[in-house]
T-cell receptor, first 113, second 110 residues
Framework: DAGVTQSPTHLIKTRGQQVTLRCSPI?????VSWYQQVLGQGPQFIFQ???????GRGNFPDRFSARQFPNYSSELNVNALLLGDSALYLC????????????FGSGTRLTVV | DAKTTQPPSMDCAEGRAANLPCNHS???????VYWYRQIHSQGPQYIIH???NNETNEMASLIITEDRKSSTLILPHATLRDTAVYYC???????????FGEGTQLTVNP
């Protein structure tokens, strides 16, 4: 069974641009969460989606948005990129909201220049 | 979710037990203690969780004090591959988010 798949693994964007990150959860998992991890810090919660509905939102500006598709994959969009958005973006998969153990992907490393 | 406090770093000799402490003095009755670890350049990995009883799985043991205000993660025979940042997290099972602190950098030395 494939684990949580994120794409791309790395990308570089310019300030003001927009970016879309993608995540495919473990087969059968219906919940996807997104986290941002700035260098030297622990991951910070951005969103959780379950059955295509938003179930939780962290303290991030409206420039951050996400959606979940019928096949349970998800996209995270960030508009008007700032230098401070440079981080590792992690996707976590679970069978349901509040599941005991989330499975994380290896993340997408975003660099904003 | 209750806040947790962990030492920033610890060292352990290969083959010895690694005991990682965590304080969560404001934990409420319906909150579980979760442990995750993050090996460099990878996503966090779930290790174990518990409510009030001690728990053991193939990766580790979790010891929770009777008053539930602190816990210890035990890696019984640490290997070099256990070098990672270990995060102690308190969360309700129904809660949607994991609140990560800065964790403990465990370094296992040969």
């Amino acid at each position: 069974d494939a684990g949580v798949t994120q794409s791309p693994t790395h990308l570089i964007k310019t300030r003001g641009q927009q970016v879309t990150l993608r995540c495919s959860p473990i087969s059968g998992h219906k919940s996807v969460s997104w986290y941002q991890q700035v260098l030297g810090q622990g991951p910070q919660f951005i969103f959780q989606y379950y059955e295509k509905e938003e179930r939780g939102r962290g303290n991030f500006p409206d420039r951050f948005s996400a959606r979940q598709f019928p096949n349970y994959s998800s996209e995270l969009n960030v508009n008007a990129l700032l230098l401070g958005d440079s981080a590792l973006y992690l996707c976590a998969s679970s069978d349901r909201v509040g599941d005991y153990g989330y499975t994380f992907g290896s993340g997408t490393r975003l660099t904003v220049v | 979710d209750a806040k947790t406090t962990q030492p920033p770093s610890m060292d352990c000799a290969e083959g010895r037990a690694a005991n990682l402490p965590c304080n969560h003095s404001t934990i409420s009755g319906n909150e579980y203690v979760y442990w995750y670890r993050q090996i460099h350049s990878q996503g966090p990995q779930y290790i174990i969780h518990g409510l009030k009883n001690n728990e053991t799985n193939e990766m580790a043991s979790l010891i929770i004090t009777e008053d539930r205000k602190s816990s210890t993660l035990i890696l019984p025979h640490a290997t070099l591959r256990d070098t990672a940042v270990y995060y102690c997290i308190v969360k309700e099972t129904s809660g949607s988010r994991l609140t990560f602190g800065e964790g403990t950098q465990l370094t296992v030395n040969p």
